[in-house]
């Protein structure tokens, strides 16, 4: 470790020395931890991202003012669509997805180094139970929807494959989640399959510049955003792991959609048969306002538009067959060639420019007293996983359903949406439709049936609750063997008991 010496240097020069300046009051044990953290801050990167960092924040927000200009929608032959398609087409896509899964072709890269501060807990947000009836946390459904999508394969191909899963943490979820999945052993995946790895850290930074103590002892440090992945992906060779493995293409995705479809072979077989080497699944904006970025291209570039850059008047805008000009909606879902990304880490990374997070940040002040501040008080720089999109030579999107792939996890039970009871509407409407779909039908609780009301996206009433199992259908697939012509009464929980219960 370096010397206290070695450090106030290395922090002069960054122009940062102020982390030190409770030193003398430190015992051995908070000082080797303050060391231990500020010797890998390498001083002119320390420098130039305080002062990027502080110059940002001075750059006025809103929509850049020639963007509306330079923005054009996704031309028609680089976006797919899993509702608009016919049948065949879609079966195409499927079969050479599962054909690269038993291959062992396909990865699957978890983004989940946040906290859950939004969701008001301190634990990561895969560890959460939105009130399913089963009580499955969010790793545990993605879990098992590696497992069926495995399982799948095997039986169309007669393998035996893996889809190695890829976790990335950071200093705050890593210890947590490596503790979770050993306690529930892996959720019954090899554990040799399931790589966890941690993104860097940065400082938190005021406004004027400087870097903040969280106390005495500790830089208030948060994760370098979702596009801190490609570092890491080099930090902790993974690339390398999944070169050994055979793993030609990655899909990368958030911790926090409940609906999420981990190594998708319909959407896998679209990329691979169109050769797309970066592409994103996209949603259909709700409305006009929805703040969700925008997959188009600026200056004949693919990028994701923030919706804080959009203007009003833009994002109104409508096509020429009545719908908005503008609604290809981000939902942070992606696919990668394995040699674009080792291409973007070799030259494109030091490209990413960071965006500009403020925040609240909890500090120490001049006399040491620790302050919970009650208005945003710091800057944390992010890049942002989709920022590489400008990259690819060959760009796809691929349109899906919302309520079939995207309803996320953010807020705490009070908010309106995004919350654990619009996640938990979100799977038990879908799982309701797929029920219904395969010839279940529902009773009451004196016997009677309940109509076959199709439940709505974003209602809060179904008429029955039922809730299948990942390990018994991935997608809906595969449920009339089980539910057609029976009757059940509410609450259904389809999974590997119930259906073995069924079949005897």
């Known amino acids: 470790m370096a010397s206290e010496r070695d450090v106030r240097a290395r922090l002069q020069r960054a122009g940062q020395e102020h982390l030190l300046r409770f030193w003398a009051e430190l015992e051995p044990g908070p000082r080797a931890a303050l060391l231990a953290e500020l010797e890998p801050l390498e001083p002119e990167a320390l420098r130039e991202h305080c002062q990027r960092a502080a110059a940002a924040c001075l750059r006025p927000g809103g929509p850049p003012p020639d963007l509306a200009a330079r923005l054009r929608p996704l031309s028609p032959e680089r976006v797919g669509s899993a509702s608009r398609s016919d049948p065949e087409t879609l079966r195409l896509w499927e079969e050479e997805g ?10 699957v890269v978890l983004l989940a180094g946040g906290q859950g501060t939004r969701l008001g807990v301190t634990y990561p947000k895969g560890m959460y139970q939105v009130g399913l009836p089963s009580q499955k946390t969010l790793y545990q459904l993605q879990a098992e929807r590696i497992r069926r999508v495995e399982q799948l394969a095997d039986e169309r191909h007669g393998t035996r494959c893996t889809v190695p899963w ?3 943490t950071s200093e705050f979820t890593l210890g947590p989640t490596a503790e979770f999945f050993k ?3 892996f959720f019954h995946l090899d554990r040799n399959n399931v790589v966890m790895f941690e993104q860097r ?3 938190a930074v005021t406004f004027d510049g400087r870097a903040i103590l969280e106390r005495k002892d500790k830089v208030a440090m948060a994760p370098d955003g979702n596009g801190g992945l490609f570092c890491a992906l080099a930090d902790h060779q993974i690339l390398e792991d999944m070169e050994r493995r055979g793993v030609e293409f990655v899909h990368v995705y958030c911790v926090d959609n409940i609906l999420v479809r981990l190594a998708d072979p319909v959407f896998i077989g679209f990329c691979v048969l169109r050769g797309a080497d970066c592409a994103a699944k996209v949603v259909e904006k709700a409305y006009p306002e929805e703040p969700v970025g925008v997959v188009c291209q600026v200056d004949g570039v693919p990028q994701v538009v923030e919706y804080s850059e959009i203007s009003l008047e833009t994002a109104r805008l409508r096509a020429p067959d009545g ?3 503008y609604n290809t909606g981000n939902i942070c879902n992606h696919f990668f060639t394995r040699g674009f990304l080792q291409t973007v880490i070799r030259e494109y990374e030091p490209l990413l420019k960071p965006h500009v997070a403020v925040k609240k940040v909890p500090y120490v002040d001049e006399e040491g007293n620790p302050v919970k501040p009650l208005k945003p008080n710091g800057i944390k720089m992010e890049k942002f996983v989709f920022d590489v999109f400008q990259f690819a030579e060959n760009f796809m999107a691929f349109e899906v359903l919302r309520e079939d792939e995207f309803s996320p996890l953010k807020n705490a039970s009070s908010a309106d949406k995004d919350s654990p009871t619009t996640a938990r509407q979100a799977l038990l409407s879908q799982h309701y439709r797929w029920a219904l779909q395969a ?4 009773l009451d609780s004196k016997g009677a049936r309940l109509p076959e009301l199709p439940s709505l996206p974003g209602s809060e009433e179904l008429p029955a609750i039922c809730e299948i199992s990942p390990l ?6 595969g449920l009339e063997v089980y539910l057609r012509g029976q009757e059940f009464q509410s609450p259904l929980i389809l999974d590997e008991n119930c259906v073995r219960a069924l079949r005897s």
């Open 166 to 168: 890829y976790i990335m």
């Open 472 to 477: 018994v259908s991935y997608s809906g697939e």
């Open 201 to 203: 850290m940065l400082p």
């Open 183 to 185: 306690e529930h052993d």
């Open 98 to 107: 599962f054909h690269q899964i038993a291959l062992n072709k396909v990865a």
């Open 323 to 325: 719908g908005l000009l």
């Open 439 to 442: 010839g279940a039908h529902f």
